[in-house]
């Protein structure tokens, strides 16, 4: 009986983990295409977007959402120090290790709820696209203005 508990606990805890998604991987770009709606653009990472910035140019209205991308990992070791016990025996300090993910911005850009473009912020300036190109760097500046 405890058994089947403790799995169904892991089991609700796994689940809770996996809905509290902060960031995407890279791996689920791949079902987007050019012209698709926003709604079916987004549908896969399970996420909300991080920021959303409205640029205005040359009378349209365009939309960059941003979102965290895992580009890697860090792993993180403490040792705690051993120490002399009462009884004269040392007792060996303890290990541990902690991993958190890497991130960096990631965008989608939307225009009349169209995906347009998207990449890592620096792909927009190298962009062959010239509106692209010339939204890259309003779009800069509104991500380095609260890229906390």
């Known amino acids: 009986m405890a058994a089947?508990?403790?799995?169904?606990?892991?089991?609700?805890?796994?689940i809770?983990?996996?809905?509290?998604k902060t960031?995407?991987?890279?791996?689920?770009?791949?079902?987007?295409r050019k012209g698709m709606s926003a709604r079916d653009a987004e549908s896969e990472f399970d996420l909300e977007p991080k920021k959303i910035?409205?640029?205005?140019?040359?009378?349209?209205?365009?939309q960059a959402?941003?979102?965290?991308m895992q580009i890697g990992v860090s792993t993180t070791t403490?040792?705690?120090?051993?120490?002399?016990?009462?009884?004269g025996v040392y007792n060996y300090g303890t290990t541990t290790q902690k991993k958190s993910a890497n991130t960096i911005g990631?965008?989608?850009l939307f225009r009349d709820d169209r995906l347009l473009y998207w990449g890592f912020l620096q792909e927009f300036s190298k962009s062959e696209d010239p509106n692209i190109?010339?939204?890259?760097?309003?779009?800069?500046?509104?991500?380095y203005q609260d890229n906390n």
């Open 53 to 62: 910035y409205t640029i205005r140019h040359e009378g349209a209205t365009y």
């Open 133 to 143: 190109f010339a939204l890259s760097s309003e779009i800069k500046k509104l991500y």
């Open 65 to 68: 959402r941003r979102y965290d």
């Open 78 to 87: 403490t040792t705690d120090p051993g120490f002399v016990g009462t009884n």
């Open 23 to 32: 960031y995407m991987g890279y791996d689920e770009l791949r079902h987007l």
């Open 4 to 14: 089947k508990l403790l799995f169904l606990f892991l089991a609700i805890l796994s």
């Open 16 to 20: 809770a983990l996996n809905s509290c």
């Open 106 to 108: 990631y965008l989608l």
